[in-house]
């Protein structure tokens, strides 16, 4: 991330928050966060994750966060999409396990997992609100919520409270303004994400060049990985991923969400180094998230 960018985003948010709030996260800052994994493990201990994606004709985005998911150190992840994806995820991610939709509202028993992802892909038709709207109910362990649930929460915004603690928010600025209102600058959409996370006790990663995570106390951090090759098609579906694992794994909202925006930012460096801002995916993200995390973890 270019540094002028840097800069100009602390001096914005000087505007809004006293200095001590407001935080610019170098690899060093992101290091130091990192569970340490032991020896003797087995994949219990890592966390099992469900992430509700997916939709006819979208069974992509459920991939790519699945993909993430699994490339982000989770130790198990079922995922919950509608029958007519069943075959494309089971074929496209064999490693996770699968859940029909439909099986999933009739039978909403959660208890077995350590977090919940929602969103990507999902639609926002009666049928994927209600199973959202049981999720919500249902749920006592953290969520990472993106796209399409953000969405059909503005659209139900008595689904709000219904959030578990814990929890960290995705959106992309269209999709902060569904929840918020329409801001007149970036200084008022920060503002307003500021009084979401305040209001609510989300954690909320707003995503841009950089990305903010805003957090309840009212604190800003600024993260300093990504491109604009980034700003493609899945690319925060790779994000959601990687939250969902995180918290799978017991990292706190707040950490899940500044060491997720920093690997995913830094896997997106090394794709764009590799095969240009223009010429790379979102896969190229996942594909690169392995050499991110080497890169954060040796010599720790």
């Known amino acids: 991330m270019d540094k002028a960018y840097i800069e100009e985003t602390k001096k914005a948010l000087e505007k809004l ?16 966060l990192f569970k340490s994994r032991p020896q003797q493990a087995h994949k219990g201990d890592f966390g099992h994750a469900l992430l509700y994606a997916g939709s006819h004709g979208m069974a992509g985005a459920a991939i790519l966060s ?60 009666d049928s994927q609100t209600a199973v959202l709207d049981k999720l919500l109910k249902t749920a006592t362990c953290p969520m ?17 409270e219904y959030v578990p603690a814990g929890s960290v928010m995705t959106p992309h600025p269209g999709e902060l303004a569904r929840l918020t209102g329409i801001s007149k600058d970036w200084n008022e959409m920060i503002a ?30 600024i993260n300093t990985t990504g491109n604009n090759g980034m700003a493609t098609a899945g690319s925060g579906d790779v994000l959601t991923g990687i939250v969902l694992a995180l918290l799978a794994q017991g990292y706190s909202a707040l950490h899940a969400a500044v060491v997720a925006a920093f690997i995913h930012g830094l896997a997106g460096d090394k794709a764009a180094q590799e095969l240009s801002a223009i010429a790379m995916t979102s896969a190229d993200i996942i594909t690169h998230l392995p050499n991110a995390w080497l890169e954060m973890t040796e010599n720790r």
Do not use: W
Request: glycine share 6%.
């Open 17 to 32: 928050l006293p200095p001590e709030s407001i935080e610019i996260l170098d690899q060093a800052d992101v290091r130091c």
């Open 144 to 160: 990472v919520l993106d796209a399409d649930a953000l969405n059909i929460i503005s659209l139900n915004s008595h689904m709000l």
């Open 192 to 221: 307003k994400a500021l009084d979401l996370a305040e209001n609510t006790g989300i954690t909320v990663i707003v995503k841009g060049a950089p990305s903010v995570t805003v957090t309840p106390q009212r604190k800003a951090f």
């Open 66 to 125: 699945a993909r993430a998911c699994l490339r982000s150190g989770v130790g198990l992840l079922t995922v919950c999409t509608p029958s007519c994806n069943n075959d494309i995820l089971q074929i496209s991610v064999p490693q996770a396990m699968t859940i029909p939709a439909d099986d999933l509202y009739a039978n909403p028993d959660i208890s077995r997992y350590n977090a919940i992802g929602a969103g990507p892909g999902l639609g926002k038709a």
